[in-house]
């Protein structure tokens, strides 16, 4: 996989760790953890878990841009996403690479979500540690090309794949933030109710039920 990078990688490709101490309740600015690359989703899963506000001083300005591939090398190591949007106001930690690649991007995603590249990686790892972490192993792993005749629309069938999947992903995740901004607003609007009663007119139960007794007659 190394010489399918634009360059080699540099320390500003990795993330940086602010520690616990400047998490925070509430920030405009966000630390995006491993737990936010999940195997299921090719967009950032993102929860309380997996983003952590930080204070404005612990932030680092990353330029985080649609497009984006990341790789995890810690915990979760070998699982990679692809930012959906540009993250101006989120940085990403120690544990995850920003990979450099523009060229056939979408065919070595592809790649790179499949158990073909996870089995590599995992046999490189080292084994009987807690917490795996894989350094820059990943990018001893093979990146398989198709080399028939049709080599060319192979690669291009499954980079449509993969745009697809992308596209579907980001219209639940849209539709999803969209609902759940309705329900908040709904519930920001609810008002208390008061029940107010109000005595029945002779009419009401004149039509509803027996004057069985007297109670609205005149005297």
């Known amino acids: 996989m190394r010489e399918l990078l634009d360059r080699p990688l540099k320390p500003s490709d990795k993330g940086i760790e602010v520690g616990s101490q400047s998490y925070i309740t509430h920030s405009p600015f966000q630390f995006i953890r491993t737990k936010g690359l999940q195997p299921e989703s090719f967009l950032p899963s993102f929860s309380p878990e997996s983003v952590v ?21 810690d915990s979760n190591i070998g699982e990679v996403i692809i930012l959906d949007r540009d ?14 690649i523009t060229k056939q ?15 590599q990686l995992l046999f490189l790892v080292s084994r009987g540690t807690t917490i795996k972490h894989a350094k820059t192993l990943f990018l001893d792993c093979e990146i398989p090309f198709p080399n028939q005749k049709n080599k060319d ?3 291009k069938h499954i980079e449509s794949l993969v745009l697809s999947i992308i596209a579907q992903e980001k219209s639940v995740k849209e539709k999803s933030e969209l609902l759940n901004q309705l329900i908040e607003k709904e519930l920001a609007n609810q008002k208390s109710n008061t029940f107010h009663y109000e005595y029945p007119t002779l009419k009401k139960i004149g039509e509803n039920s027996r004057l069985d007794t007297g109670t609205y007659s005149k005297r």
């Open 105 to 119: 991007k979408y065919y070595i995603f592809g790649l790179l979500k499949s158990e073909f590249f996870k089995t």
């Open 53 to 73: 506000p930080v204070l404005p001083t612990s932030f680092k300005k990353i330029g985080l841009k649609e497009g984006d591939v990341l790789i995890s090398k």
């Open 153 to 155: 629309e192979v690669i």
């Open 87 to 100: 993250y101006p106001q989120h940085m990403i930690s120690g544990g995850i690479y920003r990979l450099p």
